[in-house]
């Protein structure tokens, strides 16, 4: 499974608007899509580089010369039969709230023993501008992969994560040990001692429970995977500000002992802060 490597647009709204492509014809499913039960259920995780924005005929969009460009984001895409939910997070601070959630609903257009295919529409929860982006999910039911295309621009990959052989806690490590404390962008502190910035988390260890907070995200770390320098950690979603998916994702990366980049804020630099 690729980890992500870019976690939590000018605008992402005029994305939707000006990307609009419909979605294939496709004859829904009868029944209660909720009772389904399908072999694509499950939570992916995956991102999407930077790119510059399209007019519907597939020409650039140009502004006073210029391309458009659009940051790079983290998508996790949940699938429970034919009902999804959407969560996104872009790599800077242009969405409104800080990030998409959209809910909807799909219709399978095709399926195999190894592949399925589904055509979905979903409505903007998290932003006073309604968009109802329709997308194509191409889903690889053998390694339980897929690929996004159509209104969230160009086509990206998300994955379910691998599952930790042991549902408990992850346990203590030297190099998570290593990595806990208080990272910030800018350590300075306002004359109450808080820290003067929303960008930053904290990882702690407390009676061998590991967790990860940041500016209204974070929870319990259930799993852990290090790629080198890089950590990629699984928690609980106990945050009322990222929609009701019940786990998310966050890759930090180490540039030295003291400086990282976490995943949906790839363009800021963390430095380790004194407690």
Same mark, same amino acid.
């Given at each position: 499974m690729n980890p992500i490597n870019t976690i939590l647009v000018p605008t992402f709204f005029c994305l939707i608007a000006c990307s609009e492509t419909p979605p294939p014809i496709a004859k829904e499913l009868p029944g209660d899509s909720s009772e389904i039960n399908t072999p694509w259920d499950g939570t992916y995780y995956g991102s999407q580089g930077d790119y510059f924005l399209n007019k519907a005929s597939g020409e650039p969009l140009v502004i006073n010369g210029q391309k458009v460009p659009v940051p790079g984001s983290t998508f996790i895409f949940e699938l429970n039969g034919l009902d999804v939910q959407v969560y996104q997070r872009a790599d800077d601070d242009t969405m409104e709230n800080g990030f998409g959630y959209y809910i909807g609903t799909c219709l399978e257009t095709a399926q195999s023993e190894s592949s399925a295919q589904l055509s979905c529409t979903c409505k903007e929860q998290s932003s006073s501008t309604t968009s109802e982006p329709p997308f194509v999910l191409s889903i690889n039911l053998v390694d339980g992969s897929m690929v996004v295309s159509g209104n969230f621009g160009p086509?990206?990959?998300?994955?379910?994560?691998?599952?930790?052989?042991?549902?408990?806690?992850?346990?203590?490590?030297?190099?998570?040990?290593?990595?806990?404390?208080?990272?910030?962008?800018?350590?300075?502190?306002?004359?109450? /001692?808080? %820290?003067?910035?929303?960008?930053?988390?904290?990882?702690?260890?407390?009676?061998?429970?590991?967790? *990860? $907070? #940041?500016?209204?995200?974070?929870?319990?770390?259930?799993?852990?995977?290090?790629?080198?320098?890089?950590?990629?950690?699984?928690?609980?979603?106990?945050?009322?500000?990222? /929609?009701? %998916?019940?786990?998310?994702?966050?890759?930090?990366?180490?540039?030295?002992?003291?400086?990282?980049? *976490? $995943? #949906?804020?790839?363009?800021?630099?963390?430095k380790k802060c004194n407690s």
């Open positions: 086509e990206f990959y998300v994955a379910i994560p691998a599952q930790p052989s042991n549902a408990g806690p992850i346990k203590s490590n030297l190099e998570f040990t290593s990595l806990t404390g208080l990272w910030a962008n800018d350590c300075t502190r306002d004359e109450q /001692g808080y %820290l003067d910035t929303k960008y930053f988390f904290e990882l702690n260890e407390f009676e061998g429970l590991f967790n *990860i $907070s #940041g500016y209204e995200w974070g929870g319990e770390i259930i799993q852990m995977q290090q790629a080198s320098d890089a950590f990629t950690m699984v928690y609980n979603n106990e945050s009322p500000y990222e /929609g009701n %998916l019940p786990i998310m994702e966050v890759t930090l990366t180490l540039i030295d002992s003291e400086t990282c980049v *976490i $995943s #949906g804020f790839q363009s800021i630099e963390f």
